[in-house]
């Protein structure tokens, strides 16, 4: 499957803001900008955030559309962000698996701004699982 990855056009950005929602991401001060999106030739297939904080960079809405995951696409995206983050990257997740191959440890003294992200996770997404905060180990 060829995959292009790119920063979505204000009019491609509609379809991202929808599947942040349905999949029920982080959906606070979304800007186009902020994303890489993968497409392939029958259109958008993933799509994630690189936040600017005060005190970090965060990884963040990252998904993959449902019938396309398991294909790479993720990791393609989430390789694709890191290249792009000049400083300290964090994340918060619930499934820490998927990012140590590309560096993450889980960390228990995280910035403020990812302690916010942490307890807004906590309180306002509905999901069984507990969320970790990570931070990227560069080489």
């Known amino acids: 499957m060829k995959l292009e990855l790119r920063q979505p056009s204000d009019t491609e ?3 991202i803001i929808d599947h942040i929602k349905e999949y029920e991401l982080d959906d606070r001060d979304l800007k186009p900008e902020q994303f890489l999106a993968a497409y392939t030739d029958n259109g958008l297939a ?7 904080h005060p005190d970090c960079y965060e990884l963040c ?17 989430v ?5 792009r983050c000049p400083e300290d990257l964090y994340l918060t997740c619930i499934i820490p698996s998927f990012f140590e191959p590309f560096g993450f440890i889980t960390t228990e003294n995280p910035p403020e ?8 996770c906590t309180n306002c997404l509905c999901v069984p699982e507990k969320y970790v905060a990570m931070v990227l180990e560069r080489p």
Do not use: N
Request: aromatic content about 8%; cysteine-free.
């Open 13 to 15: 950005f509609q379809p």
């Open 61 to 77: 809405s990252l998904g993959v559309i449902t019938p396309l995951r398991h294909k790479g696409i993720g990791k393609a995206i």
């Open 113 to 120: 701004s990812i302690l916010k992200k942490l307890e807004y």
């Open 46 to 52: 993933g799509f994630g955030r690189l936040k600017h």
């Open 79 to 83: 390789a694709g962000l890191i290249k």
